[in-house]
């Protein structure tokens, strides 16, 4: 089964300050994804990557880069993080971009800004 | 643009009674449906998919019918049982292929003994 694995599993961040979370796969999967979830909300796409050393906009970026150096990593970036990007992150690989996919999730990052 | 729709935020039952979780979708595209669900703590997991209109899956005693005339992929289970209790997403892919996916907002399933 695909390995998908995030650091850290949570994170305290002060307003203002600089956020990075980590995600790295193991099953050579070429797509990969960072989703946000809200208490009461499902999942929402931030930025997804078909290839290392590039990166595509989801439905919500405002407020988050994405960085890809490989196929096995993948990052979200929050330069200045807010009180609003408090939530659930998730990241997740698939081994193609087909309707039919499936995702594998890792675990989240449970995100608190202050 | 895509959008899916679970009615139900929260859904609670005794142990062995029938279960079904509704969700409604709409796209231009043909859809491709999935339940993923999230136990306490853990990660999303698949649970079934579906873009074969009026053909039941079934995963784990679980089932689920696309039927394309409503736009329609409930999530059903017999008899429900404990270990159930989780959150469940339904998800619509976007026909771009791309594997991006709209979720809906999640029923939360709680078993009770």
């Known amino acids: 089964e695909a390995a998908v694995t995030q650091s850290p599993r949570s994170k305290v961040a002060v307003t203002g300050g600089k956020v990075t979370l980590s995600c790295h796969q193991t099953?050579?999967?070429?797509?990969m994804y960072w989703y946000r979830q809200d208490t009461g909300h499902g999942l929402r796409l931030i930025h997804y990557s078909y290839v290392a050393d590039s990166t595509e906009k989801g439905d919500i970026p405002d407020g988050y880069k994405a960085s890809r150096p490989s196929q096995e990593n993948f990052s979200l970036i929050l330069e200045l993080a807010s009180l609003s990007q408090t939530a659930v992150y998730f990241c997740a690989s698939s081994h193609w971009g087909s309707s039919a996919e499936t995702l594998y999730f890792g675990s989240g990052t449970r995100l608190t800004v202050l | 643009g895509d959008s899916v729709t679970q009615t139900e935020g929260l859904v609670t039952l005794t142990k062995g009674l029938p279960v079904m979780l509704n969700c409604t979708y709409q796209t231009t595209y043909s859809p491709f449906l999935f339940w993923y669900v999230q136990h306490l703590n853990e990660a999303p997991k698949l649970l079934l998919k579906s873009s074969t209109d009026n053909k039941r899956t079934e995963h784990q005693g679980f089932y689920a019918t696309l039927h394309k005339s409503s736009s329609s992929f409930h999530l059903q289970k017999s008899s429900v049982q404990l270990s159930d209790s989780a959150l469940y997403f339904c998800a619509l892919s976007d026909g771009t292929n791309t594997g991006k996916l709209t979720f809906g907002d999640g029923t939360v399933l709680t078993v009770k003994p």
């Open positions: 099953n050579n999967h070429d797509y």
